[in-house]
């Protein structure tokens, strides 16, 4: 094996023999890299028996990929099996596998199934409908008095039935990670008879009848799998002794985003004194607002003078322009932000660059520029402005990448439609894009062909499936078109498959021009009746049948074949019908619906293999990746408030009375239930300002770190032009100006 | 009289001898009527019954040599002595003969039972399974009880303080008694007999009285028994009282299976019955397994905690493994793998097995599809199929469904549709959905006739079409018009004879269609005459109850398998330990996802257990994680070496990062494989 180059800090990690280790990590450091690197070490060190692993955590199934072929690079292997020495796994896969390993120590029976986030919405929906309807004066406690009867008649409709299914849902979600089943959540609320905490009666109403519907389902949903996880670690000794003989190492990556289920699922399995390293960037911490995620679990577990520190400070991914600018993020928010209560948003240690003789240099400062766009601009063009700066730069830069981050998708789908209408050669990349919508998109419209054969509409849409991999080079593309109109046009779809007196074929002109048409229909035709001949298979047995001639690559046949055993099950015991299954294909197909376990879902984006084109994403999904010039929009006060006066916040509904955050004061008040405490309205509103702004803080050093050697960060005036730019812009823009200076 | 006993692994002659040990009594002048055969399933008999047939040969009388099961033979005495037993037993109806309930009869009155329980009393509130499960789980308590030779009120005690003590654990045992109890005493009113009933009525009412073993004793004076370490402990304490007195006794036991553990079966307390032989033979020279494979099953079964002999017998040339990512790819891996053994070196298809340890349909499918394309004649090895699925019984039922509004099931437009396509000939998909469309009534039901449509919606569906279909449709019309319906079975026998197997129609010259509908028929009269006794005889209500029944799933309805399909040169595709119980070695074995949990790890059943339910399992003693793994590890072990037994040249392992559910897993037999070529195949060792 090539001997590795490395930094102090990753030479000190790879020197760990054991015990606790917190690693703060900034971003580009090469943790990854690093991880890999000590799984290396620890399995050619010899510690490992020969039935044990180095467990490795991560967060998403694309950082698995990653580690798996970066660990495989680095140790040898002849021609037996891989390595089996190490594993590489999601939290949420851990918690998988331990809940299938031992169901009984949870209630379960080994066939459970994960319901994802539209079924369990549904089914949360349906609790909150009918626990509403039952209690139909609840609103009145928290309805702005100031609405209008119409008004308040349409929020109470539409509005007010959303704001508590979200309460309802990310009450459960905590009350879950907090270990408190439906059950005990009841019990407690019976103590509290003098001191009543509506919102939380609300959602004890609303978490039996959701938890009994789940069972009723053979069903878990996320947060289950992380509870039952822990149960069964804790409710079986040996069975964890078995876990922790297995994997005597513990490696975690991403600990910013852990939840406190989380890290005490991975504390379990390392157990007292056990060997657990924790890498990750409490600077990155962006999931809070959507999880029960916390950076603070990190950080004490880094401070934690029992455990050992090692931070990562160096990177190689920016130039020095950019380093600097991020670092005066951190420290203007450490000591300056105007409001003292961000001060804790970010923290050091601030990032450091290369030395001079490292294996990935930094980019050359001169070849950097860092922009904050001053002017503000309406957000259609500042959109304009971006794009217009873009369409410049691309032609230049045909091997570089470049990329778009936004705030929200919805900005993005802004941004795609300019740049589409321009020409402008682009990738999107914000909602999951990936194969397992395209594969049951796929299948979804072969499937609604032969449950509705009669349609041209289908058929024509068969036919772009049909040559879904095919349309490359512009003659393909202009005869899949024409096939496309002509088969549209085909008023008797019997006449083209099944011709009894007449061909509708015949009608082709026989030209010459038309003959690689004709064939290809024909070609077409046969294939048509072989799927719709082979209707009468069971509907696991169709959808293979057509994915082995639909797809070509592993993945999709994998995911065919995963659907396929999906749609077995759901039609053993319930529907036969064909609608159903295309419903549910076409869920998938929209993003409406996960399918968890698909094996490339989230699969790695890899921005090198876009260059020459402009890549369009949310902050969010851009985190873990880098580009050579990267536009920031939005960096408004709405979209990075400072939790000032005068500051909106989305969560904050303009229905509600006195701008109460009903989300955090519902959180609130499950907490002060658990810890037996009072509970005192407006207390957590304010306090989810403050981790709100903190969050979007963190967002925007993400988003400033993603650039290689470019940086133009912009900002908008809003929708009614109100707004200006964020404190923390103004801020590092005049920083900026004073270092070109 | 001697009792003889035969021991050794799989393919070292047991059966051979236990054959000529046959052909011997029978020349030495035994009665062939005299002479019992037993087995732990009817399906083992194979050998046997070729021996039968040879002998009858020369002499007729062998044909009434017995060949049969302990349960198939409580359940003839209980039928034959019926009148003795029903009152003691506590049986309802003393004047009506039993009702013997199968499978699917026995569950169908589980659920019926419980599901009130479930929906309006909570019962196992603090488990998330699927119904059909929990009924299949209930009724294994019962079967255990039997198979054991315990009460059925102790299900709970047992279970109780050995299997967890959270308080929602501790409800769901006690649910379960309940549904056990519940259930029996339904049996016990109605005269329906299920399997554990049969044999507890056997064990304790029947065998201790003297005139049911006087009458055995007449009947039989010899016996031979099979693979005993495949039946239960009930089975080990009728012989205990047989065996002293018979003339003679042959008693052959497989020393590493064991296979049907979760069906009651219990290795330990049949060994015991060894001390009773008077001659001990024991077989170890295997004649279906090469040398080198033996030596690479015994290193991983010694790493699975079996002592084993391993020697430096190098096995590599002996096996293949392909490690891929996804399944697919291991699929496509095998069927050319297995096209090369059978286009390129000729070997025999009927010497290929493919084998996991759970075999999706999906997944047999998938790989028969690719063997098909390369020309390989494949087979599924199923004990059965489910008639749900064949296109014939969705046809039939849909017009069944048609001509019955009361049972206000209506079919959607593409079972329509789909029905029609089968039903007439010379149509297809297309116009049978033009068909649905516009001459099928889905609010009502109906179909409208042809005749009312506009002609050109007749020229596109054609008229000869139109008129077969017009004649199907007056067909069910005037059935409707009938005052009174028919029973099920009845009606679709009509069906079928006056209209679908007619010149002209889809049945007319399709023989499979022809043999699902009468095993379709077989089954719902089977299902009217069980069901009916407490259903009573509205045939509405059973016609309801059946599709119903049929649709939730928990009606399998399943029909044999012919002999044909069984005996053609072909490679076949089962599940691993339907294979070990044919007992039929091949050349060449092909193991699938070798990474999967199904290879070491039992399914979860959260209301049952099948070795705390043991007669050997302490009372009290809590089963721990270590039990887990000891007893996954023992059982992997047995079947790695009952299928190394059972493979004469190579072992072909194919191994997947990603399994079928999409989920990443490294299964305990994958881990222990790579531990054995990790320990095996160091330069150190190949030196």
């Known amino acids: 094996m090539t001997e590795l180059r490395l930094r102090p800090a990753q030479q000190e990690i790879l020197n760990y023999t054991g015990g606790y280790m917190g690693v703060s990590a900034v971003p580009g450091s090469g943790k990854t890299f690093t991880l890999s690197a000590l799984t290396a070490e620890l399995i050619r060190s010899g510690k490992l028996g020969d039935d044990q692993q180095v467990l490795i955590v991560t967060l998403v199934n694309s950082a698995v990929d990653n580690f798996r072929s970066r660990v495989r690079s680095l140790l040898e292997h002849d021609d037996m099996l891989p390595h089996l020495g190490y594993q590489v796994t999601t939290l949420h896969s851990l918690a998988n596998r331990i809940v299938r390993d031992r169901p009984d120590l949870c209630g379960l029976a080994g066939d459970f199934r994960i319901m994802d986030e539209r079924e369990t919405n549904a089914l949360l929906r349906a609790s909150v409908e009918t626990w509403l309807g039952s209690n139909p004066y609840f609103s009145a406690d928290y309805l702005n008095p100031e609405l209008t009867d119409r008004q308040a008649h349409s929020v109470r409709t539409r509005d007010w039935p959303d704001a508590m299914l979200n309460i309802a849902r990310n009450s459960i979600k905590l009350a879950k990670d907090r270990e408190l089943d439906a059950n005990a959540l009841a019990d407690l609320l019976a103590t509290r008879e003098e001191h009543p905490l509506p919102l939380i009666d609300m959602v004890s109403g609303v978490y039996g009848t959701y938890q009994r519907d789940l069972q009723y389902n053979n069903a878990l949903d996320f947060d289950d799998l992380i509870r039952y996880g822990l149960m069964a670690l804790n409710a079986d000794k040996s069975y964890l002794q078995r876990l922790q003989h297995q994997w005597p190492y513990i490696l975690e990556d991403e600990a910013q985003d852990s939840s406190q289920l989380q890290q005490d699922i991975l504390r379990t399995l390392a157990g007292p004194g056990g060997n657990w390293v924790r890498v990750g960037d409490p600077n990155q911490a962006i999931y809070e607002t959507f999880t029960t995620a916390n950076p603070k679990h990190l950080r004490d577990f880094i401070n934690d003078p029992i455990n ?90 045909p091997h570089e990448t470049v990329a778009i981050l936004v705030p929200r998708n919805q900005r993005g789908y802004e941004a795609v439609t300019i740049l589409k209408n321009t020409d402008t050669p682009y990738v999107e990349f914000l909602q999951s894009s990936s194969a397992t919508r395209r594969t049951s998109g796929a299948l979804a419209h072969c499937l609604k062909f032969i449950n509705a054969p009669d349609e041209p509409k289908y058929l024509a849409t068969l036919w772009n499936v049909w040559h879904r991999d095919q349309g490359t080079d512009e003659d393909a593309k202009a005869m899949i078109s024409a096939g496309n109109t002509l088969l549209k046009k085909c008023r008797f779809v019997e006449d083209f498959l099944w011709p009894a007196s007449s061909d509708w074929l015949d009608q082709l002109e026989p030209i010459e021009e038309n003959e690689p048409l004709r064939e290809r229909l ?19 047995q169709l959808a293979i049948t057509i994915g082995q001639e639909l797809f070509i690559t592993p993945a999709e046949l994998a995911l065919t074949h995963k659907l396929a055993v999906e749609l077995a099950r759901r039609g053993a015991t319930g529907t036969q019908d064909l609608s159903e299954h295309i419903e549910f294909l076409g869920e998938i197909a929209k993003n409406e619906r996960k399918f968890f376990g698909a094996t490339e879902e989230d699969a790695g984006f890899d921005p090198e293999q876009h260059k020459g084109k402009v890549v369009v994403t949310t902050m969010h999904k851009g985190k873990g990746l880098e580009w050579d010039r990267v536009y920031l929009l939005a960096a408004n006060s709405y979209g990075f408030p400072s939790a000032l006066p005068g500051d909106q916040f989305i969560p904050e509904k303009w229905f509600v009375r006195d701008k109460l955050n009903l989300d955090a004061e519902a959180q609130d008040q499950l907490m002060a239930l658990l810890h037996n405490e009072d509970y005192e309205e407006g207390i957590a509103t304010q306090a989810a300002r403050i981790e709100y702004s903190a969050e979007r803080l963190r967002l925007l050093f993400v988003g400033i770190t993603r650039a290689r050697k470019e940086l133009i960060v912009t900002w908008n005036t809003g929708r009614k032009g109100d707004l200006g730019p964020a404190a923390a812009f103004t801020a590092l823009a005049d920083f900026v100006e004073a270092e070109k200076e | 009289m001697t009792i003889t006993w035969f021991e050794g692994p799989a393919g070292t002659g047991k059966t051979t001898a236990g054959i000529e040990y046959l052909r011997d009594k029978i020349a030495a002048g035994v009665q062939p009527r005299n002479m019992l055969i037993l087995l732990p399933q009817q399906t083992l008999s194979g050998p046997w019954d070729a021996a039968k047939e040879a002998l009858a040969e020369t002499d007729s009388n062998a044909a009434t040599i017995r060949i049969t099961t302990f349960a198939e033979l409580a359940k003839e005495t209980v039928e034959r002595f019926w009148p003795l037993i029903a009152e003691d037993a506590g049986f309802a109806h003393l004047d009506r003969p039993p009702v013997f309930l199968n499978l699917e009869a026995a569950q169908y009155y589980m659920s019926r039972i419980v599901r009130p329980l479930l929906d309006q009393n909570g019962y196992f509130a603090s488990i998330t399974m699927d119904r059909n499960r929990l009924y299949s789980q209930l009724l294994d308590n019962l079967n255990k009880a039997s198979a054991n030779g315990f009460s059925i009120n102790e299900i709970a005690a047992r279970l109780q303080p050995s299997l967890n003590d959270d308080e929602g654990n501790l409800r769901i045992f006690a649910d379960a008694q309940d549904c056990a109890l519940r259930y029996r005493q339904f049996c016990l009113d109605n005269n329906l007999l299920e399997f554990s009933l049969t044999v507890e009525l056997f064990t304790k009412h029947l065998w201790p009285k003297a005139l049911v073993k006087q009458d055995l004793q007449q009947r039989y004076t010899h016996l031979i028994f099979e693979n005993l370490e495949e039946d239960t402990p009930t089975a080990a304490d009728f012989l205990h009282d047989l065996l002293p007195t018979l003339q003679d006794a042959l008693l052959i036991y497989d020393s590493n299976a064991g296979y049907r553990v979760f069906l009651g079966a219990d290795p330990a307390v049949m060994l015991g019955l060894r001390d009773l032989a008077d001659e001990t033979r024991q077989f170890t020279e295997s004649h279906t397994s090469a040398p080198e494979l033996q030596n690479f099953g015994n290193h991983l079964r010694n790493r699975l905690g079996q002592k084993t002999q391993i020697s430096d017998l190098r096995f590599r040339d002996h096996l293949s493994f392909e490690f891929q990512r996804f399944l697919p790819q291991m699929t496509d891996w095998a069927a050319q793998e297995i096209a090369s053994l059978v286009h390129d070196q000729g070997v025999r298809p009927s010497e290929i097995v493919v084998l996991a340890p759970f075999l999706s349909d999906a997944l047999r499918y998938s790989l028969s599809n690719r063997l098909a394309t390369l020309e390989v004649p494949v087979r599924s090895h199923r004990p059965s199929r489910s008639l749900r699925d064949e296109r014939a019984t969705t046809t039939l039922l849909t017009f069944a469904a048609l001509a019955h509004p009361s049972w206000e099931n209506v079919p959607s437009r593409y079972q329509v549709a789909q029905a029609i396509s089968a039903a007439l000939t010379g149509i297809d998909p297309v116009r049978a959905q033009l068909i649905s469309k516009v001459l ?27 008129e077969k279909f017009e004649h199907l ?186 399994d079928e559910s999409g989920n990443e897993y490294q299964g305990l037999l994958v881990r222990t494989l790579s531990q054995v070529l990790r320990a095996t195949m160091t330069p150190e060792a190949n030196a």
Not at chain 1, 324 to 337: G, M, P, S
Not at chain 2, 447 to 462: E, H, V, Y
Not at chain 2, 498 to 512: A, I
């Open chain 2, 440 to 466: 099928y009534d889905i609010k009502t039901g109906t179909l409208r006739s042809f005749a009312n449509i506009k002609p050109d919606m007749q020229a596109r569906i054609t008229f000869t079409v139109g």
């Open chain 1, 308 to 397: 050992i520190d090692v931070p990562m400070p160096t990177s190689g991914r920016s130039g020095l322009p950019i380093i600097k600018t991020a670092n005066r993020l951190i420290d203007w928010v450490k000591y300056d932000h105007l409001n003292p209560s961000l001060r804790h948003a970010l923290d050091i240690p601030h990032i450091e660059p290369t030395a001079a003789n490292d294996p990935q240099p930094n980019p050359p400062a001169e070849e950097c520029l860092v922009h904050f766009m001053t002017s503000g601009f309406t957000a259609q063009k500042e959109i304009t402005k971006v794009v217009d700066s873009v369409r410049r730069w691309l032609p230049d830069h």
């Open chain 2, 473 to 658: 449709r007056q067909w069910l019309d005037a059935y409707r018009a009938q005052e009174t319906e028919m029973a099920l079975d009845h009606f679709l026998s009509l069906l079928f004879g006056e209209v679908l197997s007619q010149p002209e129609y889809g049945f007319h010259s399709d023989f499979d269609a022809a043999q699902i509908t009468a095993y379709l028929v077989q089954s719902v009269r089977n299902f009217r005459r069980t069901v009916g006794t407490t259903l009573g005889t509205d045939v509405t209500v059973i016609g309801r109850e059946y599709l119903a029944t049929l649709q939730e799933g928990l009606l399998a309805a399943s029909y044999p398998v012919t002999e044909k399909e069984t005996q053609a040169d072909a490679v076949l595709i089962a599940p691993a330990y339907t294979f070990l119980l044919r007992n039929a070695p091949v050349k060449h074995q092909f193991w699938l996802n070798v990474n999967a949990r199904g290879w070491g790890e039992r399914i979860g059943q959260p209301v049952t257990h099948p070795y705390v339910l043991r007669r050997g399992w302490p009372t009290g003693k809590l089963w721990t994680d270590y039990d887990e793994t000891h007893f996954n590890r023992d059982q992997l072990q047995r079947l790695i070496g009952g299928l190394i037994q059972r493979c004469s040249e190579h072992l072909h392992l194919g191994i997947t990062e990603i």
């Open chain 1, 522 to 540: 024909l070609d077409f035709r046969v294939v048509a009746r072989r799927w719709l001949n082979a209707a009468t298979l069971p509907i696991d």
